[in-house]
């Protein structure tokens, strides 16, 4: 599978697994952001923008960073453009 | 080797921690603070690398507790962590943490910092062997490099880190055979793999010690074994023919 910058060998095992989380992930944002359950969202992208570099997702990495942040201020039409963004970034990778 | 607690409940980094820590160190993974507590409780640790945010607490509060109850004066800590404010690494620090270090973590500065911890600890070492010499093969257990004494200058091989952790589990029993199974559990911590999956991983660390005078050799199926190359020594030297003894004299 691929990933946006080169990882170690024995790591590319784990990518498929990785890109299914975030999947599940997304689904749950999307409801957090209806329920406007802020923390929830904050909790989530404060882990995953901890995790997707090393797994090759550097992108990624900078979407939850700035998610996190909005969902830090409450932001809701901004955490959902955010939301909407990762969606796309998904949507295209999944295309590749 | 250190034995380590892993005090992380996102299964993602627990991957990653598993992927650069084995088999160069003992590991074992509590994903809450009560179930590192018991392990706490029940073993002896060198390290505890220990998360914030886990679903019974904050780590912060493990850390304080284990310095205000001397439970292990020899463990270190190293808080692993995606909270990366000056205020959140002070407060790490102050609680009693060794070392702090921000996610995402670059596996090869966990494993510096990791070392640089346990060399704290035990300044002279004598049961650590953190060279291994094999032929002209020099592997670095601490700084995980392995290079070739070719004439006068070394030459680093570039290996990957489970590349790397294949070399150095059969450096341990060099001269003997590592059966599949165990590779894969030391290596891989019995994660399920084809072995095709491992056959490539050791046929990418064998084209790179072609120029070493050790090879790994593939036991029928069965396994692997790290041994002195059968190219090791260098042919006889022949005396020059001064006559061919067949050419017929004109």
């Not at chain 1, 990933?3 to 590319?12: F, N, V």
């Not at chain 2, 993602?12 to 003992?26: F, G, M, S, V």
Request: proline share 5%.
């Amino acid at each position: 599978m691929l990933t946006e910058i080169p990882i170690d060998a024995d790591l590319c095992e784990l990518v498929p697994a990785f890109v299914n989380a975030r999947m599940k992930d997304l689904a749950d944002l999307n409801r957090h952001l209806q329920s406007k359950d802020y923390v929830a969202i904050q909790k989530i992208s404060h882990t995953i923008k901890g995790i997707a570099r090393p797994y090759g997702f550097p992108t990624l990495e900078g979407h939850f960073k700035k998610l996190e942040i909005l969902a830090k201020a409450q932001e809701f039409d901004q955490c959902a453009d955010c939301i909407d963004q990762i969606q796309e970034y998904f949507k295209s990778y999944s295309q590749v | 080797m250190a034995k380590i607690l892993v005090i992380e409940d996102n299964i993602d980094t627990q991957h990653l921690l598993q992927r650069a820590l084995i088999p160069i160190h003992e590991i074992k993974i509590a994903a809450d603070l009560k179930t590192a507590w018991s392990y706490l409780k029940t073993e002896p640790w060198d390290l505890a690398i220990l998360d914030r945010g886990l679903p019974d607490g904050d780590g912060i509060d493990l850390c304080v507790e284990l310095k205000n109850l001397s439970l292990h004066p020899q463990l270190s800590i190293l808080m692993l962590t995606g909270h990366s404010d000056l205020e959140d690494k002070i407060k790490g620090l102050t609680a009693g943490a060794d070392d702090y270090v921000i996610k995402p973590f670059e596996p090869r500065e966990l494993m510096a910092r990791i070392d640089a911890l346990q060399r704290r600890r035990s300044p002279a070492n004598g049961d650590f062997k953190s060279i291994i010499v094999l032929e002209d093969l020099v592997i670095n257990v601490e700084t995980h490099t392995v290079h070739i004494n070719v004439g006068e200058k070394p030459v680093t091989l570039d290996l990957t880190p489970i590349e790397f952790k294949i070399l150095l589990t059969l450096a341990k029993d060099y001269g003997h055979k590592i059966d599949r199974t165990q590779l894969v559990k030391t290596v891989w911590n019995n994660v399920a793999l084809s072995a095709r999956n491992i056959d490539t991983h050791v046929c990418h660390l064998r084209k790179k010690l072609v120029n070493s005078h050790v090879e790994i050799k593939n036991c029928r199926g069965q396994g692997y074994s790290l041994m002195k190359s059968v190219f090791a020594e260098p042919p006889p030297a022949t005396k020059p023919l001064t006559s061919l003894p067949f050419v017929k004299k004109v």
